[in-house]
C-alpha cells in the first residue's frame, strides 16, 4: 500500500489543522490505520490509530481530547488537530498495517508514507 499524507503546515497555538492521508487502495475494511510523529532530535512516536471499519481509536496521552482520527469508506484517513500546541511540531506520518483494531505500536505497520510537517508557533 502507498501512502500519500498531506495538510501539514504553521498553525498557532491554539489552532487547528487536519491532515489526510490517502491510500493506494480501499483501505477500509482491510487496514488499521495510524499516525506517527517525529520531532527534531527525538524517536517517533504514536499519535492515533483506527481499527478497521473505524471500529476502534486509539489515542497517545498527549493528544487525547486534542485530536480526532476519521476515516472513510474508501482509501482516506484523517487526523483532525484542535487546540495545537507547540510541542506538536513534528513531521507527521501516516501508516497503515494488517491488523483489525487500533494499535499504537509502530510494529505492526508495513506501510509508511512520506510525512507531512506540522509546525505551530507560541
Known amino acids: 500500500v502507498q501512502l500519500q499524507a498531506s495538510g501539514g503546515g504553521l498553525a498557532q497555538a491554539g489552532g487547528s489543522l487536519r491532515l489526510s492521508c490517502e491510500a493506494s487502495i480501499r483501505t477500509f475494511s482491510i487496514r488499521v490505520m495510524g499516525w506517527f510523529r517525529q520531532a527534531p532530535g527525538k524517536e517517533r512516536e504514536f499519535v492515533a490509530s483506527i481499527g478497521r471499519r473505524g471500529g476502534s481509536t486509539e489515542y497517545a496521552d498527549s493528544v487525547k481530547g486534542r485530536f480526532t482520527i476519521s476515516r472513510d469508506n474508501g482509501r482516506n484517513t484523517y487526523l483532525q488537530m484542535n487546540t495545537l500546541k507547540p510541542e506538536d511540531t513534528a513531521v507527521y506520518y501516516c501508516?497503515?498495517?494488517?491488523?483489525?483494531?487500533?494499535?499504537?505500536?509502530?510494529?505492526?505497520?508495513?506501510?509508511w508514507g512520506q510525512g507531512t510537517q506540522v509546525t505551530v508557533s507560541s
Open positions: 501508516a497503515a498495517g494488517h491488523g483489525s483494531t487500533a494499535w499504537s505500536g509502530p510494529g505492526g505497520y508495513d506501510s
